[in-house]
């Protein structure tokens, strides 16, 4: 069983940054799938970015994201961690870790922002961003 962690949500002031952390007890191969999913109040979960271990590794954003935030994976300590810089009002949400410790991962590129194949899932760390 895995149990996974979030902390560092909180309130920042548009254009901040902010630094999220996501610990997983028990064991998570190193080849797995790790990933950040966030949920406006009504809106459908979304996923922010994911790293996958297998295959020399690769990371994947969602566009709103690109080039503000990354996402980074310390297999030794099971953490992995998604840095929020230039935030803006849009990124207020819940943030959840997730993790996908079983394949098939031919497709993983094409569906880990679904968030349909995560084994375990966090319980969120709060992000608020004033304008």
């Known amino acids: 069983q895995v149990h996974l962690v979030e902390s560092g949500g909180g309130s920042v002031q548009a254009g901040g940054r902010l630094t999220l952390s996501c610990v997983g007890s028990?064991?998570?191969?190193?080849?797995?799938?790790m990933g950040w999913f966030r949920q406006a109040p009504g809106k459908e979960r979304e996923g922010v970015a994911a790293h996958y271990g297998g295959d020399g590794g690769s990371t994947y954003y969602a566009d709103s994201v690109r080039g503000r935030f990354t996402i980074a994976r310390d297999s030794d300590k099971n953490t992995v961690y998604l840095q929020m810089n230039n935030l803006g009002p849009e990124d207020s949400a819940m943030y959840y870790c997730?993790?996908?410790?079983?394949?098939?991962?031919?497709?993983?590129?094409?569906?880990?922002?679904?968030?349909?194949?995560?084994?375990?899932w966090g319980k969120g760390t709060l992000v608020t961003v004033s304008s």
């Open positions: 997730a993790a996908q410790t079983t394949g098939p991962w031919d497709t993983v590129e094409a569906d880990w922002a679904s968030g349909r194949g995560m084994d375990y």
């Open positions: 028990g064991y998570i191969y190193s080849s797995s799938l």
